[in-house]
T-cell receptor, first 113, second 111 residues
Framework: NAGVTQTPKFRVLKTGQSMTLLCAQD?????MYWYRQDPGMGLRLIHY???????AKGEVPDGYNVSRLKKQNFLLGLESAAPSQTSVYFC????????????FGDGTRLSIL | EDKVVQSPLSLVVHEGDTVTLNCSYE??????LLWYKQEKKAPTFLFML????IEKKSGRLSSILDKKELSSILNITATQTGDSAIYLC???????????FGKGTRLHILP
């Protein structure tokens, strides 16, 4: 009964380092999303995918890249981390495109020093 | 520019009170509005409102869509401490499957 699993849960990086956040879902959902959440800012969409092999930019895509090579996995990459990317990152998946009934992971807390 | 605005941003009430949270939107070709509740970690889905389903209710929570005023309200009656959370409103964009969230209302219920 895993749902959406994000790894890692916490990470501290130095400016300029790179890393990849992994999101895995076991519900056979087509739609997957990466959000960031900053204090007082709600959720902001970084990138999303409407199916295996597809990706698209959200509201705040700069500094991030994504890949969806397998339907169940959605990877978020930071090529050269910056302090402005310190945030809590949430992955979500859904069987429908209208944002309803999204299942969210528990988040990854990322700090960039 | 498409946007979703929630108010108030923060609210503190006593247990048993009734609260009303607001969400207004400006989007092209509106089709639906979503409410999510976020407690400690992941947001959980509450309601979806559309032109054909402008009112939803679940226990003490209810929500109404006002297409004329381009807004929605979320009502919680007889609040309990377990209702303390961030309530998020979101609107999917019709043209490209993006989803725009508001900044959320942080609700705190005092015992």
């Amino acid at each position: 009964n895993a749902g959406v699993t994000q790894t890692p849960k916490f990470r501290v990086l130095k400016t300029g380092q790179s890393m990849t956040l992994l999101c895995a879902q076991d519900m056979n959902h087509e739609y997957m999303y990466w959000y960031r959440q900053d204090p007082g800012m709600g959720l902001r969409l970084i990138h999303y995918s409407v199916g295996e092999g597809t990706t698209a930019k959200g509201e705040v895509p700069d500094g991030y890249n994504v890949s969806r090579l397998k339907k169940q996995n959605f990877l978020l990459g930071l090529e050269s981390a910056a302090p402005s990317q310190t945030s809590v990152y949430f992955c979500a998946s859904s069987f429908r495109p209208d944002g309803a009934a999204q299942h969210f992971g528990d988040g990854t807390r990322l700090s960039i020093l | 520019e498409d946007k979703v605005v929630q108010s108030p941003l923060s609210l503190v009430v006593h247990e048993g009170d009734t609260v009303t949270l607001n969400c207004s939107y400006e989007v092209t070709n509106f089709r639906s509005l979503l409410w999510y509740k976020q407690e400690k970690k992941a947001p959980t889905f509450l309601f979806m409102l559309t032109s054909s389903g402008i009112e939803k209710k679940s226990g003490r929570l209810s929500s109404i869509l006002d297409k004329k005023e381009l807004s929605s309200i979320l009502n919680i009656t007889a609040t309990q401490t377990g209702d303390s959370a961030i309530y998020l409103c979101a609107v999917p964009m019709n043209r490209d499957d993006k989803i725009i969230f508001g900044k959320g209302t942080r609700l705190h219920i005092l015992p």
